[in-house]
């Protein structure tokens, strides 16, 4: 089976635009999880969306939301950039039942200036 | 709430060396326990996982048991290679959740 794979790899936006990522889980996976990585912060969840719907959410601000199509696909939009908001944003995949294991995609790597 | 202490690093070791990585948690219930292992440039990989008290998670050498009474999760390897310098996170998820805490991370080098 293909892995998870998320586009683009790289981005650079200036402060107060929007950007758009995206994730596709591997085929069969229904939940998908957002991730933000940064050097100060470390591994913070963002958001879990399955069947379409966000399921749990973690503590971020508004700027920060997702979406998921009937697909499984996935995409996260984060609105009015700030300089803080450069990181590595993983996605990860999983099937939905107890103890399920997360795949992570390779990550989107963006950078505010 | 559910957090995961680890081991600060970095780690430096001479090839063939042990390797230890302390992993502690705090949580609620029993969670799943899991160590990702992240290599330059490259998104997380699952090294290994434990769903239970007492179950030892094992792959390419690296081990970890799940050791309720002292709420950790400590991994090893009897003998590293250069080819396993990465950054090793511990972490931690809840019964039916799919919301993963993470550790600091470990940066581990090792060399010839």
């Known amino acids: 089976k293909a892995g998870v794979t998320q586009t683009p790899r790289y981005l650079i936006k200036t402060r107060g635009q929007q950007v758009t990522l995206s994730c596709s889980p591997i085929?069969?996976?229904?939940?998908v999880s957002w991730y933000q990585q940064t050097p100060g912060q470390g591994l913070q969840f963002l958001f879990e969306y399955f069947s379409e719907t966000q399921r749990n959410k973690g503590n971020f601000p508004g700027r920060f939301s997702g979406r998921q199509f009937s697909n499984s696909r996935s995409e996260m939009n984060v609105s009015t950039l700030e300089l803080g908001d450069s990181a590595l944003y993983l996605c990860?995949?999983?099937?939905?039942?107890?103890?399920?294991?997360?795949?992570f995609g390779p990550g989107t790597r963006l950078t505010v200036l | 709430g559910d957090s995961v202490t680890q081991m600060e690093g970095p780690v430096t070791l001479s090839e063939e060396a042990f390797l230890t990585i302390n992993c502690t948690y705090t949580a609620t219930g029993y969670p799943s326990l899991f160590w990702y292992v992240q290599y330059p440039g490259e998104g997380l990989q699952l090294l290994l996982k434990a769903t239970k008290a007492d179950d030892k998670g094992s792959n390419k050498g690296f081990e970890a048991t799940y050791r309720k009474e002292t709420t950790s999760f400590h991994l090893e390897k009897g003998s590293v290679q250069v080819s396993d310098s990465a950054v090793y996170f511990c972490?931690?998820?809840?019964?039916?959740?799919?919301?993963?805490?993470f550790g600091t991370g470990t940066r581990l080098t090792v060399i010839p």
């Open positions: 085929s069969g996976h229904r939940s």
């Open positions: 990860a995949s999983s099937e939905d039942r107890f103890f399920a294991t997360q795949y």
């Open positions: 972490a931690l998820s809840g019964i039916g959740a799919n919301n993963l805490f």
